[in-house]
């Protein structure tokens, strides 16, 4: 159960996609993660307002707080550079362990009320005006997060459709979202400006010990990750495939899900939901690199989490110069065009090789083939064609082939 | 079906009752009191300066959000769209903000709000269509994609309001949806909106009837197709962004009403179409008053007065209860 399964994932998976990237794609991967890190790093550490060029850096720390660029490049600029690390690594690999887990390319925590309930969590005793040691915000974010992901699972039942899932999700997303906003409008200006920036993921002002928070919770996460993630490369090829491997699906998933939480949640409790990096990463990851599993791309999703971050964190604190904007929003400005885009460039290329169905880019050959896990297993084009006869009372011809929609 | 419309009217009736006297500010006494011309210059104030705009601006924006929804649904043939989903609020919300940030509108220009909200609202579905190609695939991969729009006008909306924290305090309320402080202003500008692009909607009921049934049914019937879904699509639009513009984003009232109005009245839209705008201004209005109820009650851990429910969450709460109702009832499709 613990072996890493070579590659029959390989064989099921958007391996043979049209546009899978060549050789070279795959090559790429490293250098392009790591001149973005160091790039953005350096971007970080020496822009702003002490400039601090990059051959005076190291100087700068070493100067420690005896010079003012000293002070604010060790006590401003590192920590948050080590906070937009972390952060976005826990997120790329949470956001993995999600879409694996479910076997839904758009599993996000965004979209399973993962985040809100998160915020939520947060949110409530600031507004609430509790006060509460500081040690408790991760426990409550950590508490409103499994409450946010709990609640869409169990409404929407584990083994359903992809497509189910989501909309669950983002029906327990907004009822999460509108008790946030209840609370808002009961907070005074003041607060209202806190929650506001806290809300779309800033990381402005952050200290080291906002990271050293964060490091217990990391200590719990990281072990849980490195065993889960075979059985999640398991997990892909389908419930039935997987219990006859000797993996309990429905357990695996609920752990797996408890991860991500307990991945998400103290990110979250820091900086606020940074939104869409769980949701860009993994496909940057599996888009480099799709022939391999759920093992192999799981340093990769962390990897290109940490670097959007990072990206992400330089326009927002130097776009709107005496502003800050906060870094979420800009990840979900860019995050979420350039991966709808990943996702439909890969998903394009397996729709076109396999039966003319609808499922291009929600229902890959590897939902479509096993999205329904405990009931009668069904044909995939015959699945295909129930979903279009779902479209409503009134019914489009059920052979049209949508191939053809996008050559229009 | 002229029994049903009469039971609603009651109802709709009932509500508006409910909805003036359920305020804080007086008691139900005073206001039988006004309504028959005596009460103090205060309550007067409150019933006519107060109540009966608001009264009037949340029927007014149920009934816009309950047709713009029927009329989107109709025309994608998509049983999953909504103004919320298409990306239709949410664009209209941000083309409100940004508007007011800078400078061209704002409370005393109130015509340049909704034009703004339109030309955001525009943007929004065509975003929509282009990220989720010609719109008619999957109908849940479409909302699904309607979210992820919806997430990146968030963003950008979230942007502006950091850049202009001006007024913050007051968009937020916005942003949820609610009819509180709502003026004779508003209505003035919402009835002609509304009106005007109602009458629109109603004089398409026929060809939407048709595209119900499928463009090759409908092309067959010798509706010339894509003109019609146009204007469908424009009609619905800009009733969205009358009702933004009034309320703000009202939560999942696009979306589920019409499914209620379509089950009490049948699929043919010559009838349905204002059984949705009643059944719309029904809920809203009821929405709001329970709402006021709510906030009546004591809360533990506030001071009295401090907890106001925006009617936009109690809505948001309901849609998405009956969301999961709908989407859980429903094992063998696919949302």
């Avoid at chain 1, 795959?26 to 550490?45: D, G, H, N």
């Avoid at chain 2, 429910?309 to 696919?334: D, E, I, K, N, Q």
């Amino acid at each position: 159960m613990r072996a890493p399964l070579p590659l029959p994932a390989a064989a099921d998976g958007p391996a043979a996609g049209g546009r899978r990237p060549s050789r070279g794609a795959r090559t790429w991967q490293p250098v392009l993660v790591a001149v973005l890190l160091v790039a953005s790093s350096l971007c970080a550490l020496s822009l702003g307002t002490p400039y601090v060029p990059p051959h005076r850096l190291a100087g700068a720390v070493l100067d420690g707080d005896t010079t003012l660029a000293g002070i604010v490049v060790t006590e401003l600029r590192v920590p948050r550079l080590v906070l937009a690390l972390v952060a976005g690594a826990c997120l790329g690999a949470a956001g993995l362990v999600l879409q694996e887990a479910l076997r839904n390319p758009l599993a996000v925590p965004e979209m399973l009320g993962v985040s809100s309930g998160a915020a939520l969590g947060v949110a409530a005793p600031l507004v609430l005006t509790l006060s509460l040691p500081a040690a408790v915000q991760p426990l409550l974010a950590i508490g409103g997060a499994a409450l946010g992901g709990g609640l869409t699972l169990l409404a929407a039942g584990l083994g359903r459709s992809p497509s189910a899932v989501l909309l669950t999700g983002a029906a327990v997303a907004a009822a999460l979202q509108a008790a946030l906003l209840v609370l808002m409008v009961m907070a005074d200006q003041l607060d209202l400006h806190l929650i506001y920036r806290y809300l779309l993921g800033s990381l402005s002002a952050r200290t080291w010990d906002d990271i050293a928070g964060l490091w217990p919770w990391l200590l719990v996460a990281v072990p849980a990750l490195v065993l889960c993630a075979p059985v999640l490369s398991v997990m892909r090829l389908g419930d039935e495939d997987a219990e006859a491997l000797g993996v309990r699906a429905h357990r695996a998933r609920l752990a797996a899900l408890a991860i991500a939480v307990v991945l998400i949640a103290p990110v979250t409790a820091v900086c606020g939901p940074v939104a869409w990096v769980g949701f860009l990463a993994p496909h940057l990851a599996r888009w480099f690199n799709p022939t391999a599993g759920a093992v192999r791309w799981l340093p990769w999703s962390a990897a290109w989490g940490a670097a959007v971050v990072t990206v992400a964190d330089v326009p927002a604190r130097l776009a709107l110069a005496p502003v800050e904007t906060p870094a979420g929003a800009w990840t979900a400005l860019l995050g979420v065009p350039a991966g709808v885009a990943l996702m439909r460039s890969g998903g394009r290329g397996r729709a076109a090789r396999s039966a003319p169905g609808v499922g291009k880019a929600l229902h890959g050959p590897r939902t479509a083939a096993s999205g329904v896990t405990d009931e009668v297993p069904r044909a995939a084009p015959d699945d295909a064609r129930r979903e279009e006869a779902g479209a409503g009372g009134t019914q489009p011809p059920p052979s049209r082939p949508t191939g053809t929609e996008d050559v229009r | 079906m002229t029994r049903r419309f009469m039971a609603l009217a009651a109802l709709a009736v009932v509500c508006a009752g409910v909805e003036l006297v359920a305020g804080r500010g007086m008691s139900p006494g005073v206001v039988w009191d006004v309504v028959n011309g005596g009460g103090d210059a205060t309550a007067r104030h409150i019933f006519f300066q107060l109540r009966l705009p608001r009264l009037l601006v949340s029927l007014g924006a149920g009934a816009c959000l309950a047709v713009a929804g029927l009329v989107l649904q109709s025309a994608l043939r998509n049983p999953l769209a909504g103004p919320e989903v298409t990306g239709v609020t949410p664009g209209a919300v941000l083309g409100a903000v940004t508007a007011t940030a800078l400078g061209l509108a704002g409370w005393d220009s109130p015509l340049a709000v909704v034009l703004a909200a339109c030309t955001g609202g525009c943007a929004g579905a065509a975003l929509l269509w282009l990220l989720a190609g010609r719109g008619r695939g999957d109908p849940a991969q479409t909302a699904v994609h309607g979210v992820l729009v919806s997430a990146v006008l968030g963003g950008l909306t979230a942007m502006v309001l950091l850049v202009e924290p001006g007024e913050l305090g007051s968009v937020v309320q916005w942003l949820v949806g609610t009819t509180e402080g709502r003026v004779w202003q508003h209505w003035h500008l919402l009835w002609p909106w509304a009106l005007l692009w109602g009458a629109g909607a109603w004089l398409l009921a026929g060809p939407l009837t048709l595209l119900r049934c499928g463009d090759d049914i409908a092309l067959t019937a010798g509706l010339s197709v894509r003109p019609a879904r146009t204007l469908a699509l424009l009609c619905a639009v800009a009733l969205t962004a009358g009702a933004v513009a009034a309320v703000g984003a009202l939560g999942f009232v696009g979306l589920l009403v019409p499914h209620l109005a379509v089950a009490v009245f049948g699929a043919d839209l010559r009838v349905s179409l204002p059984g949705a705008a009643l059944v719309g201004a029904v809920v809203v209005c009821g929405a709001d008053a329970a709402a006021q109820l709510s906030s009546r009650l004591p809360v533990p851990g506030l001071d009295a007065g401090r907890f106001t429910l925006p009617v936009g969450a109690l809505t948001a709460c309901l849609g998405a209860a009956l969301l999961l109702v709908v989407v859980r009832r429903t094992p063998s499709r696919t949302f």
